[in-house]
């Protein structure tokens, strides 16, 4: 039995969500939709039982992940989308032996995911009380530090358990998926606080800098919203690439003389590949600075380490190279640090900017424009990687789209009725548009997260193309609803 087998024999244990057993109308879908965020933002305005205090630093985890460290869901959709990226690479390195395009194969990868996830769920529970992310309450009465500690643990992972299921229960009975509609919520919510901030804070913001008054109050206050602008310019930008598109002419071959046309969007892949090398990179954020902490800072003690003097690899070794972890158990010097999102939330406009041209790595001086820069281009190459992945498992390739296409009776005008000539014709333009798609979505989320965007950068193009394809679904449902004929010359129910 092979390891795919043994970790998919734990799914017949798992409760399961039964489609529903006939399409479901818009309003319901809605309905469903709606009942979902009101329990996804229940938990996450819910602080679990126990936790005393919250380290900050995670700011960008937190808003990528639709998650609120210290609440219920600590994790998010964290394990979820972990557990699909491991399968996407153990499928992809041939490690597992799955047809994405059989579906048995393909629901037998979903129940494995389903187990994956939970198990990461209660790994990543552990990491965040671990590492103090979470610290829990000193002494309960009835309660011992150490049954104090499993209990958040144990609220967290449950939290995450929940999640996997309302994931599900989105994707069979509500519009989009379930991590999508995650994602745009806690994007939403972060710039709707984030403008409030930025307008309303007693100190720093727009109408406290207006009252000063000044010849200079006006200049500063609207530099002052600077991120609300380039937050508005990151959203134009957005709705912009999502409707480039290369249209290809089509026929049906037994409705002549229709030549509609296929259109193949810019962003082939949408915003898959940048979610998975988001929480990759955060991911990497988050483990290694659980396993550095240990050798570099003791809450309670001194460094155990003093660079005061400069690094010395024959004093220090090569441990240091690869990531230093400071006082709040962030990463902040080293390789694995150049590999850390650039983000302006929790700082002023000035402070962000300053930040970003002066400030520099406390042990090897790494200027952080020079991290702003490897972090742009990794976060682009790393959706690239995953944009190819995807488009094989998602059947998204030219082989696939171009059998779909056969079947349904389609083909290009002036060409042979042969699939391959289908295949080949896609393969030039499909390939092209997974590549650079894929490049410009992590370059753009890359970019904008330099600006101090509200939201960060990467969950405004989330949250967008999001949008964009919940409004699309909606008037193809709206289209079917009121044109049935047209869902079933199309396959449909």
Do not use: C
């Not at 959709?77 to 996407?88: D, E, M, N, R």
């Not at 996997?164 to 009975?173: N, W």
């Not at 400071?326 to 080293?334: A, E, F, I, V």
């Not at 009725?417 to 896609?426: A, K, N």
């Amino acid at each position: 039995m092979s390891l795919i087998d043994v970790v998919h024999s734990f799914s017949k244990y798992l409760p399961k969500i039964k489609p529903p057993e006939k399409p479901l109308g818009i309003k319901e879908k809605l309905l469903w939709t709606g009942l979902v965020l009101v329990l996804y933002f229940m938990m996450y305005q819910t602080t679990a039982f126990g936790v005393q205090q919250v380290s900050g630093g995670l700011d960008f985890l937190q808003t990528i992940t639709a998650s609120r460290i210290g609440s219920l869901l600590t994790t998010g959709i964290g394990p979820i989308v972990l557990s699909s990226i491991f399968l996407q690479l153990f499928s992809g390195a041939g490690i597992i032996d799955l047809n994405m395009r059989d579906k048995k194969d393909k629901a037998k990868f979903l129940e494995v995911q389903k187990v994956l996830a939970i198990t990461l769920a209660l790994v990543e529970a552990i990491v965040f009380v671990a590492v103090t992310q979470i610290v829990p309450v000193a002494s309960i009465p009835g309660f011992s530090p150490v049954l104090l500690t499993l209990l958040v643990i144990f609220q967290i992972t449950m939290g995450s358990v929940v999640m996997v299921f309302l994931d599900e229960l989105v994707t069979k009975y509500g519009i989009g998926s379930g991590i999508s509609l995650f994602i745009a919520a806690g994007v939403s919510l972060s710039i709707f606080m984030g403008v409030v901030n930025l307008v309303f804070n007693s100190s720093t913001g727009f109408l406290a800098i207006m009252a000063e008054g000044g010849a200079e109050a006006i200049p500063n206050a609207l530099f002052t919203l600077l991120p609300f602008g380039f937050t508005i310019l990151v959203f134009m930008a957005v709705v912009y690439a999502e409707a480039v598109k290369v249209e290809i002419p089509i026929a049906f071959q037994r409705v002549r003389g229709m030549v509609p046309k296929l259109p193949l969007k810019f962003f082939y892949v949408s915003n898959i590949p940048v979610i998975f090398a988001s929480a990759l990179i955060i991911n990497i954020q988050l483990f290694s600075g659980g396993m550095l902490s240990g050798f570099y800072f003791d809450e309670q003690k001194a460094p155990l380490m003093d660079f005061s003097a400069g690094y010395d690899i024959g004093k220090h070794g090569i441990i240091p190279l690869i990531g230093y972890v400071d006082s709040t158990g962030r990463l902040s010097d080293g390789l694995l640090y150049l590999f850390t999102p650039v983000y302006g939330m929790g700082r002023t406009t000035t402070e962000h900017w300053n930040f970003l041209s002066n400030a520099s790595t406390p042990i090897f001086g790494i200027p952080e424009w020079t991290h702003s820069v490897v972090y742009v281009i990794l976060l682009s190459l790393v959706s690239v990687l995953f944009g190819m992945f995807w488009v094989e498992t998602a059947n998204m390739d030219a082989k696939s789209v171009a059998g779909q296409l056969s079947e349904s009776g389609i083909q290009i005008p002036g060409f042979r009725r042969d699939p391959r000539m289908l295949e080949s014709i896609l393969h030039k333009h499909i390939l092209p548009l997974t590549f650079m798609g894929s490049f410009s979505v992590g370059l753009l989320a890359g970019i904008a997260d330099l600006t101090g965007a509200l939201g960060t950068g990467t969950g405004i193009l989330l949250t967008v193309g999001i949008l964009y394809r919940m409004y699309e679904q909606l008037e193809q449902m709206r289209t079917f609803e009121m044109y049935p004929s047209i869902s079933g010359f199309l396959g449909g129910e």
